[in-house]
């Protein structure tokens, strides 16, 4: 059976070289110190023209994924183990830049006395690797790999600060709550390997809809037909359910939604500012990526039927989804209302944000009948903002945090007089992210509501209200800080933060408000491109051909086969101890 | 036209000004410094060849039958509809015009500001914070001229709105100062609020904000809902009247001009005289479709003018500060544009800004030079018989006088003569406030040259004067030649007419036709309905009236100065009320500025005791669960885990409830 087994010509090895280089900048922070000595500027140079090769080879592959209409890397067996489309390109892109933006943050920070930079970057390029991996696979197998691989370094970077306690809590809690939710994840996977008999989520999806719908039909005509017959459906109904509440459940700990969100305060306090601020957007819009495609996949499974299955076979999942992303929005703006330290209070922040992303994927669009709004687009364009934001906004704490050695409020007071050139983009990253006009945080929110109300009906219009008196509570917490910075001064003195620092952190604001004021449409309309296209696989076209509809059932039965004859050899087995142990 | 070339020069003209005014901004306080005009006047300089290469591309167009396009710089944002806000530039004869008038006059004020900001050979405080708004203001007129839609003018109207604050107030620390900053800016608030709410009318009767959708419907009489309404489209002229009114401080709104005088001079020039506060007349102009087709949108449009034109001259007649004379005048000068919008004389409107442009700018500057000299004193009773210390001063102020005047020939005769004709021709009541204003504008404007550089030579104690650089001078002398020979454009030589050479619609008004085809439309054919004879004998009059009003000034100021005195004793009141400028400032506050204070100081109270509890008691409730949330959040591992299971659990049970119901 393995002569048939997939090897990947030079053809594919290039569409997968940005993930090859970023696999080559790891390799070369390893063996660089052996041959020329440690020094963090030295690794810092590496990363960063890692970053930037790794960039330009997602363009380049991007531009031409577009013109050979490529869309799955991989033989049909294992469709949807790689995938390669515009989301996944973007995302790649738009997550490489935040690293080098939080390169360039640590490499003004802590980097200066930091003598392990090789074993620190190769954490961050390791676990960035793994968001990138999570962003384009719909295979159970990869995203398992893909967020073990994200998560392993994340929990070894939160500690790595080894001689603070606080560190060394926050990452331990890290490590057994991402143990419990894998645990969980895998359980809601195996369940659904059990159900389906496959790995490919876009036949699981398939099947999901199949089912759910039979059950809908069922359950309509429940009362002329007798219990028996409505049984096996509703039993598979609660496996799926079940299945897919602890599948589900693994991504929203990473997305850090309530309830799976507890490990992120503590984490986000006890790690260095940095490793905060890339785990703030990098882990969640990883996972909020992946959670993307998978509602897609959802969607574009209910178009593969003849005759078209209706959507509202997904209503209880996208119940559940908008309610958990209303839960999360609001527990984050609340419990932020009275953080006073600065990390903390961006930790729930994070989580309020990630809860208005969570809302726009909650939206199910038929394949057949786009909206007007895509809000796969909406939150594409909301992770840009959002890394923008967040850099801006940890980028001034971070300063402001290494001056003081204070991480509370009370550090921010009379910073407008101290260090203006920090105090306004940290105004203009504050304003962005309560989400109020000029700012590019309300043209993000704007999208997201215009996509819940585009999608119409009661979850979604309650969604919006649910945002907009969020986006009200928010104000508050957002604004102490700017209160704090401009409105009380207890006379610490003024500082000139790094000039690099203070580049970045303006950049950061004038993007802010150029996507804001003059470049609204522009942004929307790039996501747009990548939002679509996306990459389905061949069944839920319904058009797959005969011969490659044989070969995954041929690929399929073998490994039923396979499984069916360990089973048989086992049960052999077992029946032989069995005897042995009858016969003394 | 080629649309290319066209966006092409119209970014230039854009962000030229722009460019420079970062430029004196970033680098002005720590690089620059006295070198801060540089980038400006590069800047601005930049933006005069663009609007001249754009005069040219229309010109060449015009000959194709192409007059106007409209470039596309992008898409901007869309409305829930889908329907599409751009970030657009329009491009026809008037906006090229306004284009030349603005930039032009703008690079010769920077020009004339290099020495002027200067005291004894030292830049004055602030000055890069100075041309950078300079270069800030340039960039937000050309995007008011040059926007294609609605929101765009809008958004250029309200720039223009905070560089004038901005500029008024340059003086920042002298009370006066701020005091006309604050008023300026508060009067125009009132006015934009009803442009504001135009604007808004507008895209609920048409669906669209974009220049060409929404004239073209206007003209056709349709909105999006079946027909306009006579009522629709006189709502919305009447409330983007009232946005011109505030701008170009026509009455009632005039209050806040004369005190922007406060600024320093080149922006009273550049701004108060020149440009800003004829963007009325450009939005109105640039509306025509509009405010034609409401007749008495159109009547109230005309009896402003007139009034507020002869209200002004009046008071102009008998102040005392230099500057605020030249404000009056401005005033009265665009309320002779506003009176001929009114009686469709759009054409002759337009050239008259563009004369004014000339002359008033001109007599500014000379003002400001004056000021300069005479250590900041402007008051005409201090000093006088200036004449022979500034000659160069005085003979370019002269020319600039004679222009304002309507003394046959030079440019200001031209427009104004065919404002009055159209007057005439529509309303013998509005031709005579119009032609009375022509004489009290002759007779003010050369009791003030007169006083001031006539008579025995008296300066102010302590002030050493002296003429100015060549700095200053240069860029009088090129005004004074437009102030002289700038109206000759826009007449027709050799034809008959006024001395049998002169006959007024020139090539000005052929070239600017196609864009006032609403005006000529709905209007009344001025010369349809006056003889050959009437036609020029108006012209005669006009020009005898203005020789006639320089000669009662020369009689009362120069030659028998008792007589004024005398005048002054037998009309005591009459005097004290012009004076006062009719007391509406002090109305004015009597009856809004100090009934709103005492609103404000309710409001103010209500809000401490009353609103603030409330949102003491709203804010509670947040806090509440604040610390409600906090106190899950422990720190303890098994808590977490346990919450999360419960978590899990309620899923479940949300899953399990689904199937079962």
């Known amino acids: 059976m393995f002569e048939s087994f997939w090897r990947p010509t030079l053809t594919d090895l290039y569409w997968f070289s940005p993930e090859l280089a970023l696999v080559g900048t790891l390799v070369t922070l390893l063996i660089a110190p052996m041959i020329v000595g440690r020094s963090s500027r030295n690794a810092t140079w590496i990363v960063v023209l890692g970053t930037l090769v790794t960039i330009l080879l997602s363009w380049k592959v991007g531009g031409d994924v577009r013109s050979a209409g490529l869309s799955g890397l991989a033989p049909p067996e294992a469709a949807g183990m790689l995938i390669l489309d515009n989301m996944s390109v973007y995302f790649k892109i738009v997550l490489m830049v935040f690293m080098l933006g939080v390169a360039l943050l640590w490499s003004i920070g802590s980097a200066k006395k930091e003598k392990h930079a090789e074993e620190f970057l190769i954490l961050l390029v390791g676990s960035a690797l793994g968001m990138i991996l999570m962003a384009g696979t719909l295979n159970l197998l990869m995203i398992i790999i893909a967020i073990e691989l994200a998560s392993l370094p994340s929990y070894a970077i939160v500690a790595f600060n080894k001689r603070n306690r606080r560190s060394a809590e926050a990452s331990l809690k890290y490590v057994i709550f991402g143990g419990i939710s894998s645990a969980i994840m895998l359980y809601g996977m195996s369940l659904l390997y059990g159900l389906y008999h496959t790995l490919d989520f876009a036949r699981i999806a398939y099947g999901v809809v199949a089912d759910l719908q039979a059950f809908a039909a069922v359950d309509v005509s429940s009362v002329a037909q007798s219990v028996d017959a409505s049984m096996p459906a509703a039993q598979n109904t609660v496996a799926i359910g079940v299945a897919l509440a602890c599948f589900l459940a693994g991504i929203f700990f990473k997305i850090a939604a309530v309830p799976f969100h507890f490990w992120c305060p503590d984490v986000f306090e006890g790690a260095q500012i940095e490793v905060t601020t890339w785990l703030s957007v990098s882990s969640k819009s990883a996972a909020i990526v992946l959670l993307l495609r998978l509602v897609d996949t959802f969607s574009s499974a209910t178009g593969a039927f003849p005759g078209g299955a209706s959507l509202s076979a997904l209503t209880g999942l996208a119940w559940g989804l908008g309610i958990v992303a209303a839960v999360t929005c609001t527990w984050g703006n609340f419990a932020a209302y009275r953080q006073n330290n600065v990390k903390r209070l961006f930790a729930y922040s994070s989580i309020a944000h990630a809860g208005y992303m969570m809302m726009a994927a909650s939206v199910f669009v038929h394949p057949d009948s786009p909206l007007d709004y895509s809000p796969i687009a909406a939150v594409l364009v909301y992770i840009l903002i959002y890394v923008f934001m967040n850099l801006g906004a940890f980028g001034v704490a971070a300063m402001v945090v290494w001056r003081s050695g204070n991480e509370n409020i009370d550090a921010f007071h009379g910073l407008g007089r101290r260090a203006p050139w920090l105090a306004i983009p940290m105004l203009c990253c504050l304003v962005s992210l309560v989400g109020l006009p000029p700012f590019a945080g309300f043209i993000g929110k704007i999208w997201i509501l215009l996509s819940l109300g585009a999608s119409g009906g009661g979850l979604y219009w309650g969604l919006v209200i649910v945002a907009v008196l969020n986006t009200l509570v928010s104000l ?65 076209k319904g058009g797959m051909s005969h011969a490659e509809n044989a070969a995954i059932d041929a690929t399929q039965g073998e490994l039923l086969r396979l499984t069916e004859g360990v089973a048989r050899i086992e049960g052999e087995r077992n029946r032989r101890s069995d005897r042995q142990a009858q016969t003394p | 036209m080629d649309s290319s070339a066209v966006q092409t020069w119209a970014l230039l003209i854009l962000l030229a000004p722009l460019a420079g005014a970062i430029a004196a901004g970033v680098l002005g306080p720590g690089v620059l410094k006295g070198r801060s005009h540089w980038p400006v006047i590069l800047g601005v300089g930049a933006a005069v060849l663009g609007a001249f290469k754009l005069f040219g591309l229309v010109r060449h167009g015009a000959h194709e039958g192409a007059h106007s396009v409209t470039v596309v710089l992008y898409q901007w944002f869309a409305a ?35 020495d002027y900001m200067r005291e004894d050979g030292q830049a004055v405080k602030g000055y890069e914070r100075f041309f950078a708004y300079l270069g800030l203001f340039v960039f937000s007129m050309v995007a008011l001229v040059l926007g294609g839609n609605f929101l765009l003018l809008y958004l250029g109207w309200e720039a223009v709105g905070l560089c004038s604050f901005l500029l008024i107030g340059f003086y920042y620390d002298k009370p006066a100062a701020a005091a006309a900053a604050k008023k300026a800016f508060l009067v125009n608030r009132i006015g934009d609020f009803g442009f504001g709410l135009g604007i808004l009318l507008i895209y609920l009767t048409f669906g669209s904000l974009d220049f060409a959708t929404v004239f073209d419907m206007a003209e056709r009489g349709v909105a999006v809902s079946g027909d306009l309404s006579y009522g629709r489209v006189t709502a919305i002229a009447l ?47 640039r509306c025509g479709s509009i405010f034609a087709a409401s007749p008495l949108a159109m009547t109230i449009v005309a009896l402003i003018g007139g009034l507020t034109a002869l209200f002004a001259a009046s008071i102009a007649l008998v102040q005392y500060d230099m500057k605020r004379i030249l404000a009056y005048s401005t005033i009265s000068q665009l309320g002779y544009m506003f009176l001929g919008l009114g009686v469709s004389a759009a054409g002759s409107a337009v050239f008259h800004l563009y004369t004014h442009a000339f002359f008033k700018a001109l007599l500014f500057l000379a003002a400001g030079s004056v000021m300069h000299a005479m250590g900041g004193i402007i008051d005409i009773r201090k000093f006088g018989g200036l004449r022979r210390v500034l000659p160069w001063t005085y003979r370019t102020m002269f020319l600039g006088c004679l222009a304002l005047a309507g003394f046959p020939l030079l440019s200001g005769f031209w427009s104004k003569d065919e404002i009055i004709h159209a007057a005439f021709t529509q309303d013998k009541f509005l031709g005579g406030l119009a032609l009375l204003t022509a004489v009290m504008t002759a007779f003010y404007t050369f009791r003030m040259f007169f006083r001031a550089f006539f008579g025995t030579t008296r300066v102010p104690e302590g002030v050493h004067a002296h003429e100015s650089g060549l700095w200053m001078l240069v860029p009088l002398f090129v005004l004074s030649i437009g102030a002289v020979f700038a109206g000759f454009v826009g007449v027709e030589v050799g034809h008959g007419g006024m001395l049998g050479l002169f006959r007024p619609h020139g090539a000005f008004h052929h070239f600017l036709e196609p864009v006032l085809t609403p005006f000529t439309h709905g209007g009344h054919e001025a010369h349809a309905t006056l003889g050959h004879f009437q036609e020029f004998g108006l012209m005669y009059a006009s020009a005898a009236l203005s020789v006639f009003g320089i000669a009662v000034a020369y009689t009362l100021y120069v030659d028998s100065p008792m007589l004024a005195m005398i005048m002054r004793r037998v009309f005591p009141a009459t005097h004290e009320l012009l004076l006062n400028k009719y007391h509406v400032d002090e109305g004015y506050d009597r009856f809004i500025v100090r009934p709103l204070r005492s609103l404000g100081r309710f409001c103010a109270a209500i809000d401490e005791h009353l609103i603030d509890g409330l949102v003491w008691l709203v804010t509670a409730v947040p806090r509440l669960i604040g610390m409600l949330l906090r106190s899950i959040q422990q720190g303890s591992l098994q808590g977490y885990a346990a919450s999360m299971m419960v978590g899990l659990a309620v899923l479940l049970a949300f899953v399990l409830w689904g199937v079962i119901s």
């Open chain 2, 80 to 114: 829930y509809e889908g329907k599409w806000f751009n970030v657009e530039v329009l491009v026809d004869p008037l906006t090229v015009i306004m284009l030349l008038v603005v930039t032009g006059v703008s690079l010769l004020v920077i020009i004339y500001s290099r």
């Open chain 2, 239 to 285: 409330l983007l009247l009232c946005g011109a009114v505030g701008k170009s401080a026509q009455l009632p709104l005039h209050v806040w001009l004369p005190d922007a005088m406060e600024g320093p001079s080149p922006v009273s020039a550049l701004i108060h005289a020149a440009t800003m506060v004829t963007a009325g007349v450009y939005m109105i102009v």
């Open chain 1, 476 to 540: 508050f917490f957002y604004l102490r800080i700017v209160k704090a910075m401009f409105f009380v001064d207890d006379g610490q003195e003024s500082f000139t933060p790094p000039i690099s620092g203070l580049a970045m952190v303006n950049v950061c604001a004038v993007v802010l408000v150029l996507m804001g004021t003059l470049f609204i449409e522009a942004p929307r309309r790039k996501a747009e491109f990548y939002a679509s296209n996306l990459f389905r696989p061949a069944i839920l």
